[in-house]
Nanobody, 125 residues
């Protein structure tokens, strides 16, 4: 069973930056599609960013130009660099992994098979 552990969340002022990390335990990471999602209080979980094993990336419109997803296959880790943070970015951020290789990334939550426990990001105004 694949396990994902997120870290790097915290409290930051608007305009600041944070880098989230997600470490995967299994041997399938190298070929797996990875994604970041977030959920704010009272709202549904929403897509943030995804990266396929090919390195192709996709982003939600709300974070384009501010967030960058990347992966280090040697460390079984995916990152989310978040710059120019806004109060509306406040949410619990979840890392997710597909259990199969796809050449292009997906924004659909139901395409992901494994989920981390989440890390809280709070942006103050």
């Amino acid at each position: 069973q694949e396990q994902l552990v997120e870290s790097g969340g915290g409290l930051v002022q608007a305009g600041g930056s944070l880098r989230l990390s997600c470490a995967a335990s299994g041997s399938t990471f190298r070929r797996a599609g990875m994604g970041w999602f977030r959920q704010a209080p009272g709202k549904e979980r929403e897509f943030v960013a995804a990266i396929a094993w090919t390195g192709i990336r996709t982003y939600a419109d709300s974070v384009k130009g501010r967030f960058t997803i990347s992966r280090d296959n040697a460390k079984n880790t995916v990152y989310l660099q978040m710059n120019s943070l806004k109060p509306e970015d406040t949410a619990v951020y979840y890392c997710a992994e597909q259990d199969r290789a796809t050449a292009t990334p997906t924004a659909r939550w139901y395409d992901y098979n494994y989920w981390g426990q989440g890390t809280q990001v709070t942006v103050s105004s």
